[in-house]
């Protein structure tokens, strides 16, 4: 190529990255160019005076409406901060470390930097892949883009709604889920929801809200993975609508330790067994044959369920379905309780049951009812492979890695990922530790004329 077409090539890039830039940068480059004029016109002073008034007046709004000075300053400040001198500084020599780049015909073809977005606890990166790129292929390095930008986890989700070719990539900066959370107050009757229960927090920061109307919950998890945490959360978060005669708790507990505490209280408003000769299995088809009897009284006079004191929302909790379902010794027993809930968990949600069901094995020669519950919570697993087992095939590659979770019970009890019905992508969560004082006090907020001590 003759030197002087080199040199107009070289100028049309230079002049085009320039209006690029400036593009991209037109508020600070307008602010600083017109802070230098009045400079040059007026001196100095002025602009100085300018910029004295706009701290004062951020000040006074970061003190006056911290969540809005979050939202349309902090963050903004942080995610500009992050992205020039975080993920644009390092994106080359990470990508292609990361084997992201591909080169053709001596050049090299980068996947492009969109934008950042700052949360409290996480940085999510819009990103352009290469023409023929898919997700899997940054699932598969998520690893090294959080050791590359120094993050503790990266995720990636791909939106609906998004352009072809994008996806988002969640830098996980500080883990919100560290501390035990202690448990949640019991809110007013008129604020319990039960299309989303507060029963813990999630990894950015926000409530973690579990559905229980409309959908049945699956919780899996090893020897004190904190399974409990969950249970008793969502207990305490339904516990004003049971002393309103809204919401009723069947409780089928096998091992006899974790509900027992709260025996007198399902009692009184619903149901407990933990009779190892049938009497837990009986508790289950007497759920399915009222949810059969509900379903001939709805019929073509209602679509959707609204809990009422003549048909309150039932909660089945079953501790240990493996018990049931596997483990238990005689067989007629074991047949009766899988086709109870499979009645239960194929039926019931739609006629004001719910079905919330415990194990610790994740096989599915121990549950091959699974595949039933809509929404499922894997907590500390023993092997990797067990986290596709409970979320579902992938979930493991898109973040869900609940195998490395911490067998350490103040760091890790309580925390697991969340797969929901409405998306396959898990989201982290960490559910409130209900302790036995918390406990007490529920049963003796339900019961007060009963010797707590004594129920427990």
Same mark, same amino acid.
Request: glycine letters at 8%; hydrophobic letters at 45%.
């Given at each position: ?12 890039? $230079? ?14 480059v307008s602010v600083l160019s017109g802070l230098a004029w009045l400079g040059y016109r007026f001196g100095w002073t002025v602009p100085a005076l300018l910029l004295a008034l706009v701290a004062v007046g951020l000040a006074v709004w970061a003190v006056v409406d911290r969540p809005s000075f979050v939202r349309w300053v902090a963050r903004p400040a942080r995610a500009r901060w992050r992205l020039i001198l975080v993920y644009r500084r390092d994106w080359q020599p990470v990508l292609v470390t990361a084997g992201l780049t591909k080169v053709h015909k001596g050049r090299e073809y980068l996947p492009? =930097? ?27 390095? !998520? ?51 039960? !299309? ?9 920061? !926000? ?5 229980? =109307? ?18 008793? !959360?969502?207990? @305490? ?5 049971? #002393?309103?005669? #809204? ?18 209280? /399902? ?14 299995? &009986?508790? #289950? ?8 009897? @509900? $379903?001939?009284?709805?019929?073509? =006079? ?20 493996? /018990? ?5 010794? &005689? ?6 309780? %899988? ?25 599915? %020669? ?46 890790? $009890? ?6 929901? &019905? ?33 129920? $427990?």
């Open positions: 190529m003759p030197e002087g077409l080199v040199l107009i090539v070289n100028t049309v890039r $230079a002049l085009l990255r320039t209006i690029v830039f400036l593009v991209r940068n037109i508020v600070p492009s =930097l969109v934008r950042v977005r700052c949360g409290p606890t996480s940085d999510r990166v819009l990103v352009r892949m290469l023409k023929g790129q898919a997700p899997d292929a940054w699932e598969r390095v !998520s690893v090294n883009l959080a050791h590359g930008f120094g993050a503790s986890l990266v995720r990636v989700r791909v939106r609906d709604g998004d352009r072809p070719g994008r996806i988002w990539l969640e830098f996980v900066r500080r883990d919100a889920l560290a501390e035990p959370i202690p448990a949640l107050p019991i809110l007013d009757p008129s604020d319990v929801d039960l !299309s989303g229960l507060v029963i813990g927090r999630q990894e950015d920061g !926000s409530p973690w809200r579990l559905r229980l =109307l409309g959908t049945h919950v699956l919780i899996a998890g090893a020897t004190g993975a904190g399974k409990g945490s969950v249970i008793w !959360s969502t207990i @305490r978060a339904v516990l004003p609508l049971m #002393l309103g005669g #809204l919401v009723e708790v069947w409780a089928v507990d096998p091992k006899r330790m974790e509900l027992s505490f709260g025996r007198a209280l /399902f009692e009184r408003y619903g149901r407990y067994s933990d009779d190892p000769r049938g009497g837990m299995v &009986e508790l #289950l088809e007497a759920a399915a044959e009222d949810m059969n009897a @509900r $379903a001939e009284r709805f019929a073509g =006079l209602t679509r959707s369920f609204v809990p009422s004191h003549e048909f309150p929302f039932r909660v089945v909790v079953v501790d240990e379905l493996a /018990f049931l379902t596997a483990y238990c010794p &005689e067989r007629d027993l074991r047949k009766r309780a %899988e086709s109870a809930l499979a009645v239960l968990t194929s039926q019931g949600r739609s006629v004001g049951y719910c079905v919330i069901g415990a194990q610790q094995d994740a096989r599915k %020669e121990v549950n091959n009812l699974r595949n039933l519950f809509p929404d499922r919570i894997a907590l500390r697993l023993d092997e990797d492979e067990q986290v596709d087992m409970v979320l579902g095939d992938g979930a493991r590659d898109r973040g869900a890695l609940a195998d490395q979770i911490s067998s350490v019970p103040e760091i890790g $009890a309580g925390v697991g990922f969340v797969r929901l &019905e409405t998306t396959p992508d898990p989201v982290r969560v960490r559910a409130a530790y209900v302790a036995d004082a918390d406990i007490r006090a529920m049963v003796a907020l339900g019961l007060p004329d009963v010797d707590v001590e004594g129920a $427990a």
